[in-house]
Every structure is written in C-alpha cells, then in structure tokens.
C-alpha cells in the first residue's frame, strides 16, 4: 500500500507523519470519508459542497493528486453498527489507506424506533472500528459530532457523553482526532454557531466548510500556490457566517 506500514504498534503521531510521508509521494491513496447523514451531506447543504467535497477538491484538485480517490460512504440515519454491519461495502472493499469517520449523532438519540444504547455501546463498537481500519493497514481518524442544539432535539441531549466517547477512544487508541464539536463551540462563542446550521443538527453549506477546513487542518493537507484558493475561500466563508448568521 501507498502508506508504509508502521514497524510497531501504530500511534497518532506515527499516523500523521506516515500521511505526511504519502502525500509527498506520487504514488495514490485511497481515502474513504464514512458516517451519518452529516457526511452523507444531502439536503441541508441545499445545493452547496458537503466537508467530503471540499476534501476532495483540496486533495485532487489544489493538490493534484489527480490518481487519489476520495470516496463518500456515508449514509444518512446509520449509527456505528450499521458501518460494523455493512463493513465490506463501506470501509474494506474500497482497500483504503485512510478511513475518516464521523458518527454519533444518531446514536445519541434516545426517541425513534431504534433501540436506545449506551455511551459505553458505542465507545465499544468505536473501539472495534479503529481495530478493523488498522487491520486493513489504513491510517484511522475518528472526528466527533458537530454542534447540536438540544433544546430543539431533545431526542439527542445525551451528545457530549457520546461525545466524550470519541475522545476517549481515540486516546484509548492513540489515533488521530478531529474535534469537530469543540470546534464548532469555538466558533458559536461556548454555544450552538448558528450561521453554521441549517437545523437543530445538521450543519448547512457553509458550517461543512468549517467541517472541512479543521478536517484539512488536523490531517496537514494545506496546498499552497496560485491552485490553493479553497481553504482561504472556506475561511471567508465561515468567518462571514459567525458575524451575520
């Protein structure tokens, strides 16, 4: 594969300097984005680009990594067992070197059809994801839920135990985070960024263009010259929203 297997138990440095380390090679990766309909990224977005699609214009285009494929597998409504469940599909058939996921958010959820689960649940089937990624010899990296405004979704109140559970297990496991949910309460001031939603829990276009640059962050993609002009496009964006929104 592409990205060079590490000689001893894998941690997050050791991930983000093997990714260093690709990037700078010709050679292609297979990147695979999964999760929730906030990765899905249909309807709420309402025609604009999805944080998938910035990757992949980040990473195809400013980059020219014209060989990589950037894959989105995510499907709205699933939980982290539907991924488990589907895993073939979604994750290991594609043969990835980097496995981004992002879930919760229905998990949390404690109304509807679906069985309530516990954080401690979901923190074990985040542990058996993280373990089948580095199995496959790819590079994983676990984001938490963006912003939730309980007070109109009481259903998913419990966000920040399921929350935690991200954080931990990427400790526990020492793999890559992306904290999309402090992130976004950096940037609605400690509360919900309003001009970063489009409901109580999806964020809208431009609230995927805060998911996208912190992603494009933590991951080190940064292109620079006359082709990079997305991050600083992303950032107007944003910034815009957090003063009128």
Known sequence: MPIAASASPATASDDLGRLAAALRDPAPLNWIITGDSITHGLVHTQGGRSYPEHLHELIRGELERVRDIVLNTAISGNRIVDILDDWERRVAGWQPDVVTLMVGTNDASDGGPRPVISPDDYAASLHDFVRRVRGLGAIPVLQTPP???VRNAPERARIADFTEAVRQVA?????????????????GNGGVPWGLMNDPFHPSAVGHAALA????????????????RTAALLEGLVGTARVFG
């Open 213 to 228: 640059l912190e992603l494009a962050r933590v991951l080190g993609i940064a292109p620079q010259g006359p082709r990079a």
């Open 171 to 187: 400790a526990a496991e020492d793999v890559i985070l992306v904290d999309q949910h402090a992130h976004f309460a950096e940037l």
């Open 147 to 149: 912003a939730i405004d």
